[in-house]
Structures are given as C-alpha cells and as structure tokens.
C-alpha cells in the first residue's frame, strides 16, 4: 500500500478536473480525496503502486477537455490506510498564494445543446444550460478555488435534481459550479425601455423578443460577458437605425448566425476559420463575403466579422433567423454595459427592448476577434471573452521574480500582470477616453490581481506622460514609494510583445508600424525601425521621414489634413490632382496650407498609419473617416487577387536614417494624371512598403548580422502588406516573427511592456 500526495497546476479548476479525478481513482480502486486550493487541484491518493502509477497516466494522457497542466508535483507520504476517495471541500493552503490557472469562458458543448432542445429533457429551452464541460467561468468567479460559494451562482440554491447530478460522479454535472435548471437556477425576462416595465419572463420573454427582432425592433440582449444590441441583419430599415441611434454610420458590426452551414453561405469559409469558428472560445472571425447581407451591414468592406452562438440564449434566439447583427453593447467609447440597471440606463436611447437575467457578470468580457491570413497564419484583432485569462508563458528561472503590472497604451488598452514566469493579459478594455472607461479599467486591474493572488512591485507604463494608463502608474507609485515604475516606449513595446510570444532572448530587428506611439524625441512615431535586445533596450536606426500634422489630432478624423501636408513636399498642387482643391475641404484648404507652412498646431509625426490616410486622401478614395483606420481598411480592400500579383512599386529615397516618399507621392499623382486605376495605386503602394522593409532589413542585418525580424503595430493587422512583407523577408532568408497571441494592435502593448521589465529584471540577475 502506498500514498502519495499530489498538486496539479494549470487550468484545472472549472473545468471539471476533480470530477475525472475521481473517476480515474475509483476505475483504479484508490482511495484518498481530491480538493481545490489556491495553487491548483491538490490530491492524495494511496493504493497499489501500479494501480497509482496507471492514475498518473490517465491524468496526464487524458485531462479533461478544457483543461491544460502546466505542472504535476508527486510526493510520497506515509499510507493512511482510508477505505474510500472523496471530494473534499477547498482549502486555501499555502498562505493564500496560487499557481492556479482560471479557466475562461466556454461555449455550449454538443451534449448540452442536444438537452436544450430534446422536448423530454427537464432543461430544454432553459437559456442557461451547462455542464463540466462548459459555460461561463471567468466572468462568474469573484475569487479562488474555484467554488459555486465564490461565484455569481452562490445567489442560486440547487433544487434536489441538480444537486443530485452534482453530487453523482458518474454525471456530466457531478460538480458543475454552475449548474442549474429551470426550477432553481437564473432566468430571462424581457423589459420594455426606458421605465423598465416587464413584458414577459422565462421562454416567454424569448419567443416575444424574436417576434420583435422580426418587426425591425433593437433590443438589448445580456449575454456571459456583456450585453450585445441586437437586431434582424436583413432588415435594412432596422440596421440603418441602430446606425443612427449608435452614431455610427460607418463601422462595420459583427453578425451571429445558427451554424456553419449559414455562414458558408454568406462568407467563403476555410478548413482552419471552419475549426476556429466552432472552438469552445467562439470568437467573431473576419471572413471574406460571398453574399450581401446588406450593404449596411460593413459598407465598403470585403470582409464580414462572424460568430457561432455560444450560449445556449443564442441558440435560442438565432436558430430563428438566418443572420442577426450582434454588436457591443455600449456607448461609443464607453465600455460594454454588463450591469442590468446600468445597461437600460445607457441603452435606452438605442435600444427598443431589454432581454435581460439575473445572473450577475463578475467581469465584463467583450467578443474576441481574429483573422487568418491566406497562409494560414493567425492574427489577433481583439483578445478576450473565451481567451482572458489565458496566460502566455516566459522563460523559467531558478530564482523567484517579482509581480510586474504593465498598465498598456490608450487605444485598444489592456493591462498585463505577470506571476512568476507567467504573464496575464487582460480582456479588451478599450480606449481610455472618459472616466467610465477609466473606472472600468481600475476595477479590472483590481480584480485580476484578487484572482491571480499577486502585488505587483514592478509597474510599467507608456512614455506618453496624459494617458489615463501612464497616469493610473504614477498614481501606484505616489501611493506606496516602494514601487519601481518602467517607462517603455510604444513601439518597443510593440517589437517586445512579439519577442515574448517567441521567448526570444537575442537581438532582433525590429518593424514598428501603427498609427501613433510617443516617442523619445517628443514627436509622434508609427514607422519605425528599431533594434531591439535581449537586455529589454532598443536603438532606433530607420524611420519614415516626418511630416506635419495639421490640427494635430483633429487630422486623424479629417485625413485630407495628411494629405495635404504630404502634397506640400512635392510640386504637386491639390488643383493639378483633382481639378479642384475643394475635394479636400471647403474653404479650409488655404487654411491649412499655411499652418503647414508656417508650422503652426502642426505637430511631427513619423506614422505609417497617418501615411495610409494621406494616401487614401489623394487618390479621392474618402477625406474624412467615421472610425479608427478606415482610410486604411478600404485602401487595402481595393486590392483583389488580380492586383496582388502585380510587383510594381514607386521609388523612395533613404536619406541617412529617414525614408523620404516624396518621390512616391509624386509617382501617385503622375498614375492619377494617366487616370491609373485606384486599385492598382494601392496596389503599388503596398508593394513599395514591403520593399522599403525589405532594403532596410537587408542594410541592418549586413550592419548588425542579425537575422531575425519582428513585426508588430497596428498596421500589421493589414493583410497583403503583412504577407508580402513576409514573403520578402523569408525569401531573402530572414526569419520572420509575428503577433499570434497577441494583437498587433495596441492591446498587444502591455504584454510588450512586461516582456520589457520581465528582461530587466532577469538581466540584472
């Protein structure tokens, strides 16, 4: 007879690990007991040794589904000699610190979606159906272990059937923290705005708000992570005023529809997008369109965001419609609402209706968002619900590390925690604009550090001295002087985050193009390129030669601004282009011109996202924009596959470390002159940036013999010029590194900064 006490690490809570635990010790004949803590699950198991030998094999071979061991540690102790193995309780051993891992949330499994709809199932048609294998996890749990007690269930007692299938180990339920049925668990009811009255509860409330979504009405519907505005995609009159009443005019939204089959329909949909659609994390994934739903739906996109359903409230509501819009449910800018009180507050004005449940949101997670790429690689847009609070593992040392926070940048922002050689990005929080944003921000921060059990010693923040993200850090540090603040710039942040998808210890050249990033000197960077090193420093050596941004940010909104500003540097004049330089702006033209001349409010800036607009503003294709790169989407979406295989480019010139597109500039004014189609400009000025990073890699690896290069901002979220600058680079045999964790984007940037600290710290060692 032998004992052993065993502590399993990783995401092994919430995903039904004591459950099989248990049933791989009873298969065996072992007794003992299993039991969540703070690190983990923890076990003592005591039989013969290869019965006990067997157990391990099964656990490790055989984890439950959503579940992923970081660590298994086995001590052997002396036998108890116990007749039986149990669940116990949880226990909180170890001071109160954790290595456990929280599961996030996880899409309806098929088993569960068979009962919501079998008429002789207790559960069918019950909105908030699950089982160990699925659910909400992180946006229910208020602390660790793992516990129905610690959740947003604990206001929900068990009716005797579920706490029969809770306590029965053989059950799909047997210790499913959420488990719950019509008679016991949360429920639906749906309240007209804005006073809040009821019109109807339970499946009622359902079969009503269908009936309304096919009358072109707006309802606000509570989901796991937030609310989504909800409305028939296919009715025009109803998209065009959600439109308005969203104050979005432009910005395409993301769609649901009821399977696979539907969105074949309407998107060309790949193998991989096909498996990525269906996964447990569900996010909204950018396909290329086949058929218009309507032109209202992503105007002047080639591309549709779309999801499966993945609660079982979804299920119910779009298996009854070929395609519904599902955007954030939130103010522009603000975050998405998740408090049922709040959201009807906020909403009322865009909303119809309210489907709302009382089942609270502990931490609001909007929808994930990715892209994959013709070479199949993954880019992430935007890093949350079914992916938070995934960690993203460092290098392993033998010497203990201090908790890092990395506070991130203003757009996009997500924050970063570290614990040991683990690092955690938050969910998507946005851009911190106002103080609800701010305030959602705090919050946030607050609660990962309660569920990871961490007190950051180390805090990082972006050199730019107003954003809410830098001014959160100096708070930190005014109020305990014991904290160590790291200032880290943008854009070797960006280059960071992907050195430390990749664990890269050596130096790297580093590409950094996005739309905006402070920079050491006080101008405005965006294309930069950087030597990066393994000590977590970096040299600037090439950058896009600076231009004046008239009206500093008002030309980000505004964008014949850029484009005029570049216009300056050469002989062209907006009149020889056009035939009339009133395409830009009326009456403010002249203006403009001579704040550029006279520099004034015309702040420098080395962006190739503000380079993008200045285009898009030349050749006529928009001069202002609605939302946040959408001169840069639409330039791309002018290229089909015709024009990707065309290799033409303009000329340049590098003139000691800046690249002058003058001459570029000059040659798209000649195309528009020999009436040169727009698509084949964007076509050759996509292919002229893959060049320069190209040439300018080359000159840095025969200065440097460096090989590897990183690319990363949010200009990278463009797809040809992402895969031709790839295709240059691998071609001229450099090894190419990317985001795939991680956005490109800005919400990549606190991963970066704590890959920053992470490195100085472990260097000064």
Known sequence: MKRYKITVSGRVQGVGFRPTVYRYALSEKLFGFVSNTAEGVFIEIEGAEKSIKNFLRKLKLHPPQQSKITKIVVKKIPPEFE??????????RNGGKTSLNISPDISICDDCLKE????????????????????????????????????????????????????????????????????????????????????????????????????????????????????????????????????????????????????????????????????????????????????????????????????????????????????????????????????????????????????????????????????????????SRGYVPNPITLPTFHFSLPTILATGAELKNTFCLTRGNEAYPSQYMGDLKDAKSYEFYREAIEKMKNLLKVAPKIIVHDLHPDYFSTQYAKELRTSDFGLRTIPVQHHHAHIASVCAEHKINSKVIGVAFDGTGYGTDGHIWGGEFLIVNGAGTFERKFHLKYVELPGGDRATDEIWRIGLSYLSR????????????????PNKCSVVKKMIEKKVNCPLTSSVGRLFDAVASIINLRQEITYEAQASVELEQLIDGRWKM????????????????????????????????????????????????????????????????????????????????????????????????????????????????????TNTK
């Open 83 to 92: 007749k039986k193995f149990s669940i116990k309780k949880s226990t909180n």
């Open 570 to 585: 050469t002989s062209a004049r907006p009149e020889q282009v056009f035939g009339s330089e009133q395409v830009f702006a």
């Open 116 to 383: 919501l709809f079998d008429k002789n199932d207790r559960r069918y048609l019950y909105p908030f159906i699950n089982c160990t294998n699925c659910g909400p996890r992180f946006t229910i749990i208020k602390d660790i272990p793992y516990d129905r007690k610690k959740t947003a269930m604990k206001e929900f007692k068990m009716c005797g059937s579920c706490q029969k299938e809770y306590e029965t180990p053989s059950d799909r339920r047997f210790h499913a923290q959420p488990d719950a049925c019509w008679y016991c668990g949360p429920d639906v009811k749906l309240v007209r705005s804005p006073k809040s009255k009821v019109r109807s509860k339970g499946i009622k409330a359902i079969q009503k708000t269908v009936e309304f979504l096919r009358k072109g009405k707006i309802i606000a519907v509570k989901g796991i992570g937030g609310f989504h505005i909800c409305c028939d995609a296919t009715n025009d009159k109803a998209v065009k005023k959600l439109r308005h009443r969203k104050n979005r005019p432009d910005k395409p939204f993301a769609v649901m529809m009821p399977n696979i089959e539907t969105i074949k329909k309407y998107c060309y949909v790949s193998e991989k997008e096909k498996n990525i659609l269906l996964s447990p994390e569900r996010p909204i994934v950018l396909l290329k369109k086949r058929l218009q739903i309507s032109e209202l739906i992503a105007p002047n996109n080639n591309y549709l965001g779309a999801m499966l359903p993945y609660t079982p409230l979804h299920y119910l509501l779009v298996q009854k419609f070929d395609v519904l819009l599902m955007t954030s449910g939130n103010k522009q800018d603000e975050p998405i609402c998740c408090d049922n009180d709040d959201a009807i507050k906020e909403l009322s004005g865009i909303c119809d209706y309210f489907l709302i449940h009382n089942r609270d949101i502990l931490n609001r997670c909007d929808d994930s968002i990715v892209q994959v790429g013709n070479k199949k690689n993954l880019k992430v847009i935007r890093r």
């Open 646 to 761: 065309e290799d033409e480019s303009y000329e340049y010139e590098l003139v000691k470390d800046e690249i002058d597109v003058k001459k570029m500039i000059s040659g798209m004014v000649g195309d528009l002159k020999r009436k040169t189609s727009k698509n084949k400009i964007s076509a050759k000025f996509h292919n002229t940036l893959a060049k320069i990073i190209l040439v300018i890699c080359k000159k840095l690896k025969k200065e440097t013999k460096i090989n590897k290069v990183a690319l990363s901002g949010g200009v990278f979220q463009n797809s040809v010029l992402l895969e031709k600058s790839v295709e240059l680079l691998k071609n001229a045999d450099f090894e190419v590194l990317t985001n795939s964790q991680v956005p490109s984007n800005d919400g990549g940037i606190s991963l970066g900064q704590a890959w920053v600290a992470f490195k100085l710290l």
